[in-house]
Nanobody
Framework: VQLQASGGGLVQAGDSLRLSCEASGGGFSSYAMGWFRQAPGKEREFVAAIRWGGRSTYYAYYADSVKGRFTISMDNAQNTVYLQMNSLKPDDTAVYYC???????????????????WGQGTQVTVSS
């Protein structure tokens, strides 16, 4: 599967952004999707993940640092996963990557090495 992330930009603290990640190659609904980010000089870190549980059921997981501010969602019809980011802070500044995995355990989805496919990243910069 190929992943194309978009939606990054330069915003001020308190603003919102929505990142999108479109998947191609088929089988989108069978993948769990994740967002990770990497700030300069830091390791890549988990942000959020989501997997489809059938029908209208989705399971979402969040890093503590974004819980309550970010919302992950997926649209199986559009083969797209979204990351709605509200109340952005300068600490949210990073390159954001989307990723896909065939694994489904929530305990695994927080780890970057659980993911088989990665998008190219989109820069998010939050000024104070």
């Amino acid at each position: 599967v190929q992943l194309q992330a978009s939606g990054g930009g330069l915003v001020q603290a308190g603003d919102s952004l929505r990142l999108s990640c479109e998947a191609s190659g088929g089988g989108f609904s069978s993948y769990a999707m994740g967002w990770f980010r990497q700030a300069p000089g830091k390791e890549r870190e988990f942000v959020a993940a989501i997997r489809w549980g059938g029908r209208s059921t989705y399971y979402a997981y969040y890093a503590d640092s974004v819980k309550g501010r970010f919302t992950i969602s997926m649209d199986n019809a559009q083969n797209t996963v979204y990351l709605q980011m509200n109340s952005l802070k300068p600490d949210d500044t990073a390159v954001y990557y989307c990723a896909a995995t065939t694994k489904s355990s929530g305990l695994l989805l927080v780890a970057s090495d659980a993911y088989n496919y990665w998008g190219q990243g989109t820069q998010v910069t939050v000024s104070s």
